[in-house]
Each structure stands twice: as structure tokens, then as C-alpha cells.
């Protein structure tokens, strides 16, 4: 049953409230591109705006250009990366979501650690600001440095 259709008692079915382009499905769109494989960081042309900003390990990066070039080098510290979304939700009017996260990868130097192969966990939150037309226009990330740093240093 959709999430439009009445249930047999004519009620409103309520079970599904995420519809089809959702802001959900535009940040889950992101990370499939982006950070799963094959990694397509220039699909950040597409998804983002010109000024788009994140703030991410107390660093503020504005720009599109300088967020595809942050990626890479996130990318280049940590290979192999999959982000899979936890749990994910959106406020009423679809111009925010809430997300909570778990990173996976093979270390390649992160934060200046020996590039030793050892494969690496990392939970994190996001909160993202998407317009109407689904482009990204920020993003704020909390992300448990602190945990991998200790996988990688002890």
C-alpha cells in the first residue's frame, strides 16, 4: 500500500512516511555517489551548489572546488571507503535531515598516521540544509575522530 493510498477502513496509511525524492533520498543519493563505489567525487557537480559549505573535524571548508578536493584527500587517507546511513530523518518541510552514520575503509595515512593497511571504522552525525530544487547547500558533521585514531595508534 502506498503512503497515499487509505488503508481498507479508509484511514490514511501512515506506515511509510518517506515518499520518493525525499530530502532523505537526495543525501542517500550523495553518499551512494560519493562515498561508496565506485566514488564518483564529480557527481558533486551535480548535487551540491556552487557555495556549498561543510564544517567537518573543525574545518570549514566553502566551495564547491574545495569540497571536491577535500573529498579526495578524505579519500586518499582512508581507501576503500563505504558509508552506510544508520538512521536518517527529515523535518517537515524537507529542507533539513538528520543523519547518523558508520564509515568504513583501509587507513592510508589518516590524520597523519603510518598508511599501514589496517582497516578502520569511524561513526559519525550529519546534518544537511537541501533546497527545494534537491541540491546540497550544507553540511555540518560530527565524526568520532577520536575512535579511529585510536584504532590506529594502539
Known amino acids: 500500500m502506498s503512503a497515499d493510498a487509505p488503508t481498507p477502513d479508509g ?4 506506515r511509510d512516511q518517506r515518499q520518493p525524492g525525499t530530502a532523505i533520498d537526495v543525501v542517500h543519493n550523495f553518499w551512494a555517489e560519493v562515498w561508496q563505489a565506485p566514488h564518483n567525487v564529480d557527481a558533486i ?5 556552487e557555495d556549498f559549505v561543510i564544517i567537518s573535524g573543525g574545518t570549514e571548508i566553502h566551495g564547491r ?3 571536491k578536493e577535500w573529498v579526495r584527500a578524505f ?3 582512508i581507501t576503500d571507503i563505504h558509508l552506510e546511513p544508520v538512521d536518517t530523518f ?13 564509515l568504513t575503509g583501509t587507513n ?3 590524520a597523519g598516521t603510518e598508511p599501514d593497511g589496517q582497516q578502520v571504522r569511524m561513526t559519525g552525525t550529519a546534518v544537511w540544509h537541501v533546497l527545494p530544487d534537491g541540491r546540497l547547500t550544507h553540511n555540518y558533521v560530527e565524526r568520532n575522530a577520536l575512535e579511529l585514531l585510536r584504532q590506529l595508534t594502539s
Open 45 to 49: 557537480d551535480e548535487l551540491v551548489t
Open 65 to 67: 572546488a574545495a569540497f
Open 90 to 102: 527529515q523535518n517537515a518541510d524537507g529542507s533539513r535531515v538528520a543523519s547518523r552514520w558508520v
Open 11 to 14: 484511514r490514511p496509511d501512515t
Open 108 to 110: 592510508n595515512g589518516f
Open 75 to 77: 579519500h586518499g587517507a
